[in-house]
């Protein structure tokens, strides 16, 4: 199975900080990642696919980019309803393996 | 547009137990259905998933020979049914769409609706 690894596992940012998470794939994936946030008690919601396409109704503060086995997602302008959990997924290939997860906290 | 598991709870070690996820508000055969689980406290796990018809499945190794995903187009309802159960099966169960976006001929995942999930303990 493709291994997912995010880094930093955590990090600690203010309101308006500029936030930067990566992930990096243990082999090629092309552009085949995904991002997902997640608040505590809730459902992910999806942010991003195929790498770097904002999903209907995500804020354009959120960004990504990458491809083959390096990815980043980045907050521009971090605010109050951004402190969650992310995850990335890869789709290239089964089993789909999320990474570990990058909490962003206060 | 929305998706409710059901069928969540204890069981021993060894049991059995059947999830159920009901669809509402969309075409439920035009898309692919996955099931993603969450220990308490940890991380994301894709289990699995399945195709419009039923055609293709795919499970991740841990599950292989002990899970079962399956659906009904008629009732729009997704179903996993879980055996053999072990205690690292415990975990929040959502129930996931897949919009299945397309691009440059490729497909790619996009889960853009989940359930609330639903709990699953395995202990004695």
């Known amino acids: 199975a493709i291994q997912m690894t995010q880094s930093p596992s955590s990090l600690s940012a203010s309101v308006g900080d500029r936030v930067t998470i990566t992930c990096r794939a243990s082999q090629g994936i092309r552009s085949e990642l995904g991002w997902y946030q997640q608040k505590p008690g809730k459902a992910p919601n999806l942010l991003i696919y195929a790498a770097s396409s904002l999903q209907s109704g995500v804020p354009s503060r959120f960004s990504a980019s990458g491809s083959g086995t390096d990815f980043t997602l980045t907050i521009s302008s971090l605010q109050p309803e951004d402190f969650a959990t992310y995850y990335c997924?890869?789709?290239?290939?089964?089993?789909?393996?999320f990474g570990q997860g990058t909490k962003v906290e206060i | 547009v929305q998706l409710v598991e059901s069928g969540g709870g204890l069981v021993q070690p060894g049991g059995s137990l059947r999830l159920s996820c009901a669809a509402s508000g969309f075409t439920f055969r035009s898309y692919w259905m996955i099931w993603v689980r969450q220990a308490p406290g940890k991380g994301l796990e894709w289990v699995a998933n399945i195709k419009q018809d039923g055609s293709l499945k795919y499970y991740v190794d841990s599950v292989k020979g002990r899970f079962t995903i399956s659906r009904d187009n008629a009732k729009n309802s997704l179903y996993l049914q879980m055996n053999s159960l072990r205690a690292e099966d415990t975990a929040v169960y959502y129930c996931?769409?897949?919009?299945?976006?397309?691009?440059?001929?490729?497909?790619?995942?996009?889960?853009?609706?989940w359930g609330q999930g639903t709990m699953v303990t395995v202990s004695s």
């Open positions: 997924l890869q789709d290239y290939n089964y089993p789909r393996t």
């Open positions: 996931v769409r897949d919009w299945s976006p397309s691009s440059g001929g490729n497909d790619f995942d996009a889960f853009d609706i």
